[in-house]
T-cell receptor, first 115, second 111 residues
Framework: AQSVTQLGSHVSVSEGALVLLRCNYSSSVPPYLFWYVQYPNQGLQLLLKYTTGATLVKGINGFEAEFKKSETSFHLTKPSAHMSDAAEYFC?????????????FGPGTRLSVLP | SQTIHQWPATLVQPVGSPLSLECTVEGTSNPNLYWYRQAAGRGLQLLFYSIGIDQISSEVPQNLSASRPQDRQFILSSKKLLLSDSGFYLCAYLKQNTEAFFGQGTRLTVV
């Protein structure tokens, strides 16, 4: 079984500051890990994903995340926040088995960017 | 390429009325399909998932049901809506267990 926790339901940063959104997971099998972004009244858009290979993953809009197996973490970062980054961010985990229920989302973190 | 369509985008329904939300997927076959609900200020709650035609699993007991009459069609229904059914409903499909693609969502308001 898989589960995801996201520390901080709401994070505020100033424009130009570092963005750090935390995600920790638990999984009984090697995980696939994802970050999704949701703008108001829209569906979820994939930011980046880790499946295999390099543990530092680069995504769209300047975001990146690092898979740290020893810490069971997959934190999302961006060096410099932009006003357009304000949105809800969801971390998700999937196990490497094709079971229908095998895709689990965290509770989400709302990012606010202050001018 | 794969696409996922979900409609309607917004819906206002009175309490006790029926509901039907439709989701269709193009460009893939035998997808795993999902219905999620997102209540205001809360995360994604998995409602139903389906691994094939007429194969539906419910994650939580509720006033809703789901059906999959065709391989790429997933329908969310209710016979009588409750106020608590209000929320943002998202359909998704899973691509080879490595990525979930989402529809644009339906904002349902039960009045």
């Amino acid at each position: 079984a898989q589960s995801v926790t996201q520390l901080g339901s709401h994070v505020s940063v100033s424009e130009g500051a570092l963005v750090l959104l935390r995600c920790n997971y638990s999984s009984s099998v090697p995980p696939y890990l994802f970050w999704y972004v949701q703008y108001p009244n829209q569906g979820l858009q994939l930011l980046l994903k880790y499946t295999t290979g390099a543990t530092l993953v680069k995504g769209i809009n300047g975001f990146e995340a690092e898979f740290k197996k020893s810490e069971t973490s997959f934190h999302l970062t961006k060096p410099s926040a932009h006003m357009s980054d304000a949105a809800e961010y969801f971390c998700a985990v999937s196990g490497r088995r094709n079971y229908g229920q095998n895709f689990v989302f965290g509770p989400g973190t709302r990012l606010s960017v202050l001018p | 390429s794969q696409t996922i369509h979900q409609w309607p985008a917004t819906l206002v329904q009175p309490v006790g009325s029926p509901l039907s939300l439709e989701c269709t997927v193009e460009g893939t076959s035998n997808p795993n399909l999902y219905w999620y609900r997102q209540a205001a200020g809360r995360g994604l709650q998995l409602l139903f998932y389906s691994i094939g035609i007429d194969q539906i699993s419910s994650e939580v007991p509720q006033n809703l049901s789901a059906s999959r009459p065709q391989d790429r069609q997933f329908i969310l229904s209710s016979k009588k809506l409750l106020l608590s059914d209000s929320g943002f409903y998202l359909c998704a499909y899973l691509k080879q267990n490595t990525e979930a693609f989402f529809g644009q969502g339906t904002r349902l308001t039960v009045v």
